[in-house]
């Protein structure tokens, strides 16, 4: 099974950059999607990002023209490279998969997150 491990959060003051990281592991027939989520404290989690297998590319209004969302296959990693933060973009950061199991039964696969803390 796809297991996917999140780094990169941190600290950072407004007007900043970071660049998350989010490593897959494990069998899968296909991972058909990525993406990238957010949950600040007291809200719903939003969508952030997403990258399909044929590299289409979706943003959320709130952050499109400062983050962008990429992946590397040959080291089964996608990343979201955040600039211009703001203290609104503070919230845990989940990476999450769509993935069509060896079985073909399809599965979302999340993340244990990553706090980004952006300062004014």
């Known amino acids: 099974q796809v297991q996917l491990v999140e780094s990169g959060g941190g600290l950072v003051q407004a007007g900043g950059s970071l660049r998350l990281s989010c490593a897959s592991s494990g069998i899968a027939r296909r991972i058909n999607a990525m993406a990238w989520y957010r949950q600040a404290d007291g809200k719903q989690r939003e969508l952030v990002a997403t990258i399909t297998s044929g590299g289409n590319i979706n943003y959320a209004d709130s952050v499109k023209g400062r983050f962008t969302i990429s992946g590397d296959n040959a080291k089964h990693t996608v990343y979201l490279q955040m600039n211009s933060l703001k203290p609104e973009d503070t919230a845990v950061y989940y990476c999450?998969?769509?993935?069509?199991?060896?079985?073909?039964?399809?599965?979302?696969?999340w993340g244990q997150g990553t706090l980004v803390t952006v300062s004014s």
């Open positions: 999450n998969a769509g993935v069509t199991q060896l079985d073909l039964r399809d599965l979302e696969v």
